[in-house]
Structures are given as C-alpha cells and as structure tokens.
C-alpha cells in the first residue's frame, strides 16, 4: 500500500502521556526555544528535545528519511544566509569584525558587486542557527511515530476545539487508507491504458498536466462518495448535540507534571530573556 | 445546490474539509513515492491544486482545513514530523481562494476560471510568504534569505502547480456537479 | 388497500420533484409498512426508489429541498413535524455502498458514532454496542481497523452502526450490490431474522430473485416513478416486466412461453484455436516477501475463441491473477506469457496493445473534458498515428452507440453510459484480448444485459474474460469458466461441466442460482446454457 501511517505501539515512557499533555508541552518548548540565541541555552534545549527522541524509542532506520529531509532544508537555509546576504535577523550583531575571509565579486557589464565577508560572529551565529534548528526538529520528528492516530479528533476535542472541527480531523484519518487505494487503483487503471507516469517528456507544463488523469478521477471520485457519507453522517444526528467521545482522554499526574515542566521552562525563559540573558553570544577565545 | 453563506461548516463542510485533507495527504505522498522526474527546479506537486479547489468549491473553511490539516497529515504519513507554520501557509492557499466561493457560479465559464486563477496566485503568494517569514522567527535567517530559499521556490512551484491543475479540476467538477441533488 | 390502524410505516399519495430537476422523482406512492415484516421494493435504475427512502428516513425535505406534497407517517407522526433525533431511532438506513457510509477508522468508533451524536453517557454507548455486536456475531470485530475487514463484514458494521440507535423501522438500499454470493446469502438471512425479531424491513433490490428466498410479505414494484404494483410475492411475477427485474427463472420461463424466443446471441469472436494468447506457467505470487503466497501455482491458458468467467468469492485472488496478465502484477515465481512474450520483460503500455483492461468502476478511470478525448487517450499513450486514432475512435464510439455524447463530459453521462465510454475507451486501443473486472457492478438487470448483449457481439476481440459474482452472467455468456478459490484454479472447463459439481461450487462459496439449476435440470434437451427466455422452448 502506497500511504500507510507510522505509528506503531513501542511502550515507551513518553506513549503513557496524554495527547493533550504532549501537544501543550511540544507547544510551550516551541516559545521557549525561539527566545534564545546564546548557544550554550540552545544546547540545552537541544539536549531535552534529544532527550525526548530518545526516551520515544525511535530507530535511526525509522527517522533516517526526515532527518535527512531536515537537514537539507536547513543546510540550505544556514549557508544561504550565512554566505550571500548581508543582514540578519538580529541586526547589527551579526555583520562582525573579525574577518575570516573576504571576497569582492563584481558582476560584469551591470557592474553590481557582492561582497563575501565571513566573519567569526557570522559563522558562529550559523553554528547556533544549526543548533536552535535541530532542537525544534527533535521536539516535532517524534509525533508521527507515537502518537496514535485515532486519537487526534479526540486530543483536540479535548483542547477545546469545537465537535466538527475535532470529527473532521478523525474522519480524514478514515479517509487516508480508502483514497490510498483509490489512487493505487487509477494509478492502474491508467497504467492499463499505457499511461507511463515516469516517463520524462514535454517541458515543466506538460509534466504537470500530465497528473491529470490521476489527479482528476481520484478527486472526482471522492468528491461523488462526499454526499453519501454526509447523508450517513445526517441520519446517526451528525452536529446536532454536544456529542459523547468514546475515545476518552483522562489526566493523571505524570501530565499535569509533564505541561508544569513545560510551563515552567517558558517562563523561565521569559524571565531569563527579560533579565537580558540569552541574546546572540560568541565565545571569547574565538574573537581573539 | 444550494449554497448559504461563505462561513457556514455543517457535515457537508466537515465531510469535504476530511476528504480534502486525505486527498492532499494521499497525493502529495504518492506523488513522492513515484518518484515523477522534476523538471527545471520546480518540482510536481499536483496535491497542492486540492486545497486551492476544495476552497472554490466549497468554502474558506474546507480550503483552509484541506490543506492544513492535510499537510500535518502527510508530514505525519511521510514521518517528517511537525511544522505548524508551513502547515498554516499550505491552509492559506486553500482560505484564500475559497473567499470567491460564492462568486464561483459555473466552473466551465472562462471569467470564472480566470477569477480562480488570481485567487490561486494570491492564495500561494500570501500562504508562502505566511510561513516563510514565519522562519525567520523560528531559524533566524534573514528576509532576504527567507525569501530567496524559502519564498520563491515554494511560491513559484505551488503557483505552477495550482494554475495548471485547478482549471482542470474545475472543468470535471463542473460535469460532476450536476448528479447531486443536495 | 386498507390500512389497519398498527401500521407503522404509512405513505399516502407521496409525490416529491427535487427542486433542480422538472419532472417529479416519485408521483403518487401509497403503500403501509407491518410490524416485523419484510417488504420488497422492487424496480430499476431511475425508478424512485432512492428519493422513495430519503422521503421516508427524512432527508427529504430536511436536506434535499423540492416539492413534496402528500404524506408519510412514522408511528403514526408525520416525518417533516419529527426531529432528525427522534427519526434517527425510529428509521434506520442502510446505504448501498457499506464503504461510504462507514465513518469510523475502528469498528467500535463507527458503531458507537450515532448514540456519540446523541450525547449518551460513554457507559451506556459501550454496552449497547456490545450488546448489537454480539447480536450480529461479529463481536470478534469490535477493535479491529475498519479499512482492512472483508466487503460482507463492512456491510455488518454499517448495519450495527444502524441498529444500536434501536430503529423498528430499517430501509436498505440494494444491500446485495457489493456482496459475492455467499456473503449475499447471509445477509438476506439476517434481515429475515431481524424481521422475525420484530423490525419492520423496507428492502430495495433489482435482484427479485434472490430476495424471494426469505419470503418477503409484500412487494412494492415501482417504474420510472409510479407505483406498478403493491401487493404479495405471487401477484408480481405475474405483473412484471422479466426483462426489467431478475425473477426467478421458473417464472421467467412460464411468462416467456407465450412471448416472441428471444434472438439468438451471435458472439463476434474468431473460432477457438490453439496458440494461447495468455498463458499462465505455474505462477505464484506475493505482495511482499514476508507475506504469504495470494495465488498458488496457477496454470492456465486464453486461446482465441474463448469467452472466459472467472468466479470465486471475494479475496479469491481473481483480480490478482487477472492483473497479472497485464503486467501490473509480476508472477513471484513461475511466469505469464503474452502472446509468447513473458510479461517481466513488457512494460504494461507494451502489454495493453495486445490486452485491453476495464476496471471495475468508470469514475476511476475518466478524466477528460470531451468523451473523444477520453478514447484518444489510451491510443496516444501506446503512440498510434493520430490519423488511425481518429479513425479508431469513431469506431469505438459507433460501437457503444454513443456517436450524439462525443463531445459530452464523460464525467457528466449516466452511470451505464460512462460504463459504455470506459468499454469505448479499450476499444479504442485495438487490443485484442478485452478483460473485465465486474462489468455489471452497479448497473440494473436491464442495463446490464443489453450492455453485455452488446459487448459479446462487438467485433474486434479474439478473447473475453471477465471477474463477475454472478454465476448466472457465467451461465448466459461464457463458453468457459475459470472457478477460482484461495489463490488457486480449483476448476476450469466449459460451464456446463464446472457449474455441475454443487458440492465443489459451494466449497468455493460460489451458490448454485434458479437458473442454473433450471439449466442443468433441461440440459439433456438443451445441450448448452441458454438464458431463461430461450429454455421457454425446450421446457416441457
């Protein structure tokens, strides 16, 4: 089967948590990273997000496809920024004065130029980029894995987002599998028409109108299938009450624990950041 | 059909806000898995036309919930993990477009086409750059970064992609559209 | 009629036109529902019997709006003055397609999902779908994936999801359409047994003569809208047209002895001859390595001439093997030859020129904006001149007899016709070998015979071979039956010598029908299968 979802029981500590528990607290780190700059809290951060990977009993074999697709995305981001252009986020800092290199390019006829100026501070402030990157990374790469996917339309029920809204989440969980198939099935039926999806020809336009007769009956196909399910979902009183979830989620101390850990940490760095703590930092030693 | 108002979300919505998401989930996957060759940097990505239609056919809100939740679902099939900000900008391509739902009256009329097309631009431009400037408060690059690796190969993509399938999609929905007596 | 005052469900002069369409759906419908009885509604496509059920489960007029005038009366209160809750646990409705109806990714989240909406204590819910599990059996369900559970057992999910909300009243939609044989067999047993137990069953199904078998106290037959007859099983076989709806073939008999004999079916296919065009050397096949083996050492070969069907239950492994010809399957061990050509070595474009595949479903495969767009596709992926392109779709659509909708949308055409298109669409390949997956899924008695009439008489081909549940599209049109059961050919012969052996059918869960039994009884005078209009002559 073409989709399937990744999650699989693994009796790890962190699958004890509640949903909601792990969402807030995945949230509240979030906030609380993107306070600092300063390296050595980045590292911390990178260590309790790593440690939450860890304690989630994920394989390198499992994880391997979007840790690579990461640090793609961020490689071409950091040396993007860090080489070609000449500003940064947190200003002035960042242009430096201890220069590693330096190189003029001048372009030909247009005369515009383009300075390379690497500095200590600029490659440092790459360094710390990679850092605060591949914390936000570990803290997210771990939900796929183990969170159970019908629990979603419950878990957000249960963080106050409205019925509908909740059982839409729930329902596109029930309906990935089904139009996994239906796709596999247009897929050959087309193929039986001699319809060759890899072959390379036209130019970009082309390629992509060349999805057409995939795209199209699939979505048709669910699009005609829509009004059964509403007539399903009209008669058993859809939307007409506040409705029961079977699926049910209870708090329990670890939880309360785990979001007090997570608040805690926000704060702390509200107050750390308030106090002046944590703005972009370069070690010494490297700026003599 | 009967169309109310642009904001309404009873189980029509819901069902097609579900179906959206799947859809973009299950084609943004499988595209992936077929490994379809790219073609001058701007890779093929026909899931992102699914958001872009399901606002214009049937509100802001299944457009939005379409390609939200249907990109948290496909990070979550392909086990890339969480990224709320790219997950709010893909909704936005389907909001935006969905705002002229109740001016879409016959998806085979040109003028009609031509209004989903700017809708489509708007919607990728505004959604893009959502979650573009986003990363410059979550990875700290600069503007002109952000935009140079993360705005305009996006925007343009999904721009591409959205202009040449949405048309399509209309067309055979407008065949479809006519079975239903809802 | 009279009607006695302990009916439950009453409709009086019911006519309903939908606000988009011109003329009425439904005109003038008046009939009554008993407690615990099963009633039949009989009729083909088109014939109202779907707007007949949203009338009474309350879709109409709450969600579909149009003219409605006349009444319908649950226990006694008019459906437009109930509330969708209190209907809901007064109608149940099973939709035909258990697939799209079932909204649950996990069995006890879709049987929980009604009394969920109604906003019973979690307690209460629990016990209650226990308690409907058990009763239909299928306890050992409860916490399994919905996704991954066989077609028959779906349909028992839908029906719980139904029956926890404790209707007395249940409507089903042509709840046979999806099942194979067996599995259609149980199921009429059940809503017999749901009956007994006190449900009033409204039961809409073409396949008269099925449904006979659980002895369904009345029969509502309705055509193009108007009702045709209301009254017991006996006075319907008497009224109704044989051609529109499947009577059991006795009565076909007895009713055809005074009508014109039907013409004789003249297949278009060359004389059979010996050099196979497919040929099947001890294929075995797995979806991935840790998986067990779906199809065991199949041996089998397509010669010209042959108009092959392939029966078995569902999860048989026909669609398997079958797709195994084409290539879109490669054998696990053993190997398929195309025309001499093992298929490892074809890419499946190379393999459609010489086969042609049609899916099960139209609305898989359409995409384009004009119906001869459609056709040109397939020819210009298998890189034809274009001048033989336009020549060989105007063939093919000659040959559907659908020349006026060339131009149409073929996402816009009915049901039968985009049937027809994607049967056009083949055709237009110039393969030489047409197989079919199901060719009258979802299409009325009378649909589907003239359709299959019309496919049999196509020139072109030189073979046929198609997937059905339906022993008796086995028994009018094959000249050869491929009997298929748990991955392996468990027979292969000429119809009459597979379709005998009752034990070896039943082992495969294949049901010997009316027809076939009335075939193998005059077959000394016969010699051959013929359908039931033509025994007419040799009946005694």
């Known amino acids: 089967m073409i989709v399937s979802f990744n999650y699989r029981p693994r009796s790890s500590l962190i699958e004890r948590l509640d949903p909601r528990a792990r969402w807030i607290f995945s949230i509240l780190v979030l906030f609380a990273i993107t306070m600092f700059w300063d390296v050595r809290f980045l590292l911390f951060f990178l260590a309790l997000t790593l440690g939450q990977y860890l304690l989630a009993r994920l394989t390198w074999r499992e994880t391997r496809r979007a840790w690579y697709f990461v640090f793609f995305i961020m490689t071409t981001m950091v040396v993007v920024n860090t080489l070609i252009t000449s500003s940064g986020t947190i200003g002035a800092v960042l242009r430096g004065t201890h220069t590693v290199f330096f190189h003029q390019f001048t372009m030909p006829v247009t005369g515009w130029s383009w300075e390379i100026n690497l500095t200590v501070e600029r490659l440092w402030f790459a360094v710390t980029q990679v850092v605060r990157i591949l914390s936000i990374s570990a803290l997210f790469l771990v939900i796929p894995f183990t969170m159970d996917p019908r629990q979603y339309g ?113 704060l702390g760095s509200i107050a750390l950041s308030l106090l002046g703590y944590g703005k972009f930092w370069v070690p010494q030693i490297l700026l003599q | 059909m009967e169309k109310k108002s642009l904001w309404s979300f009873g189980t029509r919505e819901v069902v097609y806000a579900a179906i959206g998401a799947a859809l973009y989930a299950v084609l943004s996957v499988a595209t992936n898995f077929l490994q379809i060759p790219a073609a001058a940097n701007v890779s093929i990505r026909p899931a992102v036309a699914i958001p872009m239609f399901f606002g214009l056919a049937f509100g802001p809100w299944v457009g939005l919930i379409s390609g939200l939740v249907g990109n948290v679902i496909s990070d979550l099939v392909s086990g890339y993990g969480f990224w709320p900000w790219w997950d709010l900008g893909n909704g936005l391509m389907g909001f935006v477009p969905g705002l002229i739902y109740l001016q879409m009256t016959d998806f085979r009329a040109l003028s009609d086409i031509i209004k989903a097309e700017i809708m489509v631009v708007v919607g990728a431009a505004v959604g893009m750059f959502v979650a573009s400037i986003s990363e410059i408060w979550v990875s700290g690059v600069d503007f002109a970064t952000s935009m140079a690796t993360n705005f305009f190969p996006s925007f343009i993509s999904n721009a591409i992609n959205g202009l040449i399938l949405v048309p399509i999609l209309m067309v055979a929905y407008a065949a479809v559209r006519g079975r239903s007596g809802r | 009629m009279d009607k006695p005052e302990n009916a439950w ?158 209707p007395r009243i249940l409507l089903l939609d042509e709840p046979l359409a999806s099942l194979d044989p067996a599995s259609s067999h149980e199921a ?18 073409h396949r008269v003569d099925e449904v006979l078998a659980i002895q369904p106290e009345r029969v509502l037959y309705l055509e193009q809208g108007k009702q045709v007859y209301f009254g017991d099983a006996q006075g319907l076989l008497d009224v109704v047209d044989y051609r529109r709806v499947k009577l059991p073939a006795r009565a076909v008999l007895r009713r055809a002895r005074d009508a014109e004999p039907p013409p004789e079916l003249q297949p278009a296919l060359p004389p059979r001859s010996a050099q196979p065009l497919i040929d099947f050397q001890g294929v075995s096949f797995r979806y991935r390595p840790e998986l067990p083996d779906v ?72 995409y384009a904006p004009t119906v001869e767009e459609e056709l040109a596709f397939g020819p210009r992926n298998l890189s034809h001149p274009p001048e033989q392109i336009r020549k060989d779709v105007r063939w093919a659509i000659q040959t559907v007899h659908l020349e ?12 039968g016709q985009q049937k027809r298109v994607s049967i056009a669409a083949v055709l237009a390949m110039r393969s030489r070998i047409l197989m079919m997956d199901e060719p009258t899924a979802g299409q009325d008695y009378w649909n589907y015979r003239s359709f299959m009439d019309a496919i049999l008489q196509m020139p072109g081909f030189e073979a046929i071979l198609f997937i059905t549940h339906d022993v008796d599209l086995a028994v009018i049109y094959a000249n050869r039956i491929l009997l298929v059961s748990n991955g392996r050919v468990a027979a292969d012969g000429p119809p009459p010598e597979v379709l005998r052996d009752d034990e070896r059918l039943r082992a495969c869960r294949v049901l010997p029908t009316s027809l076939l039994e009335l075939n193998l009884e005059l077959l000394p005078q016969t010699g051959r299968f013929l359908r039931a209009e033509a025994l007419a002559e040799y009946a005694g």
């Open chain 3, 295 to 366: 199809l065991h050492e199949v041996n089998f070969q397509v010669h010209p001439g042959d108009v092959i069907a392939v029966l078995g239950a569902n999860g048989a492994g026909k669609t398997t093997l079958v797709k195994h010809a084409l290539g879109l399957l490669k054998p696990t061990r053993g190997q398929v030859l195309l025309e001499g050509k093992d298929t490892r070595k074809l890419t499946v474009a190379q393999a459609a020129h010489t086969l042609g595949y049609v899916f099960q479903s139209p609305t898989q495969m359409l």
């Open chain 3, 9 to 166: 469900l009453e409709v009086e002069g019911l006519t309903f036109r939908y606000h988009t369409r011109q003329e009425p759906a439904i005109q003038d419908l008046s009939f009554d529902l008993q407690p615990g009885e099963v009633m039949l509604l009989a009729g083909a496509s088109g014939c109202g019997k779907t707007t007949l059920m949203r009338c009474i489960n309350g879709l109409i007029p709450k969600i579909y709006r149009g003219n409605l005038e006349g009444q319908v009366r649950v226990f006694g209160k008019r459906v437009n003055e109930m509330s969708m809750a209190e209907l809901s646990q007064s109608v149940g409705t099973l939709l035909q397609d258990p697939e799209r109806q079932i909204v649950g990714s996990y069995v006890l989240n879709e049987v929980a999902f009604g009394l969920e909406n109604l906003g019973l204590p979690r307690g209460e819910i629990l016990e209650k779908v226990d308690r409907t599990l058990e009763y239909l059996g299928i306890s050992y369900l409860r916490d399994r994936e919905v996704f991954n559970i066989s077609g028959g057992e779906k349909q028992k999910i839908a029906l719980a999801g139904i029956l926890v909300m404790e």
């Open chain 1, 154 to 266: 419950a878990t957000f029920r249960g963080m106050g987002i409205p019925d509908r809204l909740a059982y839409t989440l729930d329902l596109a969980f029930r309906f990935v599998p089904t139009l996994g198939r239906d796709f596999q099935v247009t897929l050959d039926a087309q193929r039986a028409r001699g319809y060759e999806v890899e072959k390379v020809e036209g130019g970009l336009l082309t390629q992509i109108r060349k999805m057409a007769p995939l795209v199209v009956p699939v979505t048709m196909n669910a699009i005609l299938s829509g009004e059964d399910y509403a007539n399903a979902m009209d008669l058993r009183c859809f939307g007409l009450h506040k409705r029961t979830w079977i699926e049910r989620l209870a708090y329990h101390w670890p939880d309360y624990l785990w979001i007090g850990f997570g608040a805690l940490l926000l």
């Open chain 3, 188 to 205: 009429l047993q059940l809503f017999r047994r749901l009956a007994d137990d006190g449900i009033s069953v409204l039961l809409v199904e």
């Open chain 3, 404 to 415: 006026p909708e060339l131009k149409s949308p073929p996402l816009a055409l009915s049901f």
